[in-house]
């Protein structure tokens, strides 16, 4: 898609309605019910309806649940599973099935699993970054230095939530996406939320707001 990424133990709403991507769920429902999501690289717009390229770095989703529609189009959720890469892309097109002739296949990958595994050794270091992250969303209450983000949540799952859901160009979250590991991925979303502060506080005293 052009302007979803999905990150690993996140869920994703979807409605589903072109005719390739119905058959995608048709047969995802009937086998693992694995979808990868990966994101069309910037230009797609003039071959949307071929095999535009994508950037190699995507996430498997699993679909967790699934409404179909009378007219065939679905609503789906999907959770992140894992990253992976793509190594190579099939042209056979055995057991993708398309409910429209002549209407474009869905895109069948073969590719690699990209492990995160939490590395003990940087929890403390990962706990503090994410300190970080949450004063940087949540005025601090009095300056006590309290904030309300989702405490029960574990670090891996505020940090994969806010990469998706907040407000950031496709890119950006793209970019989130493909670092490596936890901590390098809520290091990169601190930075880039402390420039986007920076700008923003640029352009109220300039008078743009």
């Not at 133990?9 to 769920?25: D, G």
């Not at 940087?122 to 989702?150: F, S, Y």
């Not at 601190?190 to 008078?207: F, P, Y």
Request: charged share 25%; net charge negative.
């Amino acid at each position: 898609l052009p302007s979803v990424v999905l990150f690993p133990n996140v869920f994703l709403p979807l409605h589903v309605f072109e005719p390739r991507y119905r058959a995608m769920v048709a047969d995802a429902l009937d086998g693992d019910r694995l979808i990868g999501m990966v994101l069309l690289r910037p230009g797609w717009e003039g071959s949307y309806e071929g095999n535009p390229p994508v950037y190699p770095i995507g996430c498997a989703g699993l679909i967790t649940h699934h409404e179909r529609l009378p007219d065939g189009r679905y609503n789906i959720v999907l959770r992140g599973l894992e990253k992976f890469r793509i190594l190579s892309e099939t042209e056979d097109d055995t057991g993708r099935g398309n409910p429209v002739a002549g209407s474009p296949h869905y895109r069948v990958a073969r590719v690699e699993t990209l492990h995160e595994p939490l590395i003990e050794a940087e929890r403390d270091e990962i706990r503090a970054a994410r300190r970080r992250l949450e004063a940087l969303l949540v005025p601090q209450a009095q300056g006590r230095g309290e904030t309300n983000v989702a405490p029960a949540m574990s670090d891996e799952d505020v940090v994969n939530a806010l990469a998706q859901y907040m407000q950031l160009e496709p890119l950006e979250k793209q970019a989130l996406l493909e670092r490596h590991g936890l901590l390098a991925r809520c290091r990169s979303l601190i930075e880039l939320l402390e420039m986007k502060l920076i700008v923003a506080r640029h352009d109220w005293t300039n008078g743009r707001h």
